[in-house]
């Protein structure tokens, strides 16, 4: 009974230590309802923030068939002619500079997508790191995950990636997108992106295994 009241607590503590430390960052605009959109190439070399870069792409509202998943606009990616239609957004994550260089943070990047057409569309979500005086084109980290889509408009599906965020990173590039080929010249839609950056979960149980011990050894001590 004893031994079940300390894991109880212990469980709680620890959801209430992982609901402290999970530092929900969400991007300045994550659904595309406040941003302008500028180039891809002026937004990553001259570093701005604030501002979506994007290749091929535009925000619309609702088409006749693709409902937005969040707000009244979303991301419409046209096809260019290479490998990825992309779009950005530069973020300072120096407020997360303890966190990040405890070496345990994890950011996890997702968002919605859809596709009005036949079944297999690839979608992309990215994430590249950046130290305080690194620039585009000297990145430290970059993970894309594609992932294919259903065709069907009537479903949004996510897309996640996450990285080990290498102690000194202060900037971070989200990414949504398509490959391009995939797209067969129809647009394909993202909506309410989400970038969190958290405690790694073997952090988080190894300091839930501490604190049972912990807990453990004060209901000894107490007999
Ligand atoms: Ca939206
Ligand atoms: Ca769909």
Redesign the pocket.
């Known amino acids: 009974m004893k031994t079940n009241l300390i894991t109880r607590t212990a469980t709680l503590t620890l959801l209430a230590i992982g609901g402290s430390l999970a530092f929900g960052f969400p991007i300045a605009d994550d659904s595309f309802e406040n941003l302008p959109l500028d180039g891809y190439a002026n937004v990553l070399n001259n570093w701005i923030q604030g501002t979506w870069g994007s290749e091929y792409s535009s925000i619309t509202g609702s088409t006749s068939s693709v409902l937005t998943a969040h707000g009244t606009k979303m991301l419409s990616a046209n096809a260019g002619t290479d490998v990825w239609t992309q779009t950005v957004q530069l973020l300072d994550v120096s407020a997360l500079a303890g966190l990040i260089d405890s070496g345990g943070a994890v950011a996890n990047f997702r968002a919605l997508?859809?596709?009005d057409a036949t079944a297999g569309a690839q979608s992309l979500a990215g994430l590249w790191s950046f130290g305080q005086n690194d620039r585009w084109g000297s990145h430290t980290n970059v993970l894309f995950n594609t992932a294919a889509?259903?065709?069907?408009?009537?479903?949004?599906?996510h897309n996640v990636v996450s990285m080990t965020l290498p102690v000194g990173t202060r900037w971070l590039i989200t990414e949504v997108g398509f490959v391009n080929a995939s797209l067969n010249g129809q647009p394909g839609y993202v909506d309410a992106g989400n970038l969190e950056v958290v405690p790694e979960p073997s952090i988080l149980v190894a300091t839930g295994l501490g604190l049972a011990a912990l807990l453990r050894r004060r209901a000894t001590a107490r007999k």
């Open positions: 997508y859809n596709y889509l259903d065709g069907l408009a009537g479903t949004w599906e």
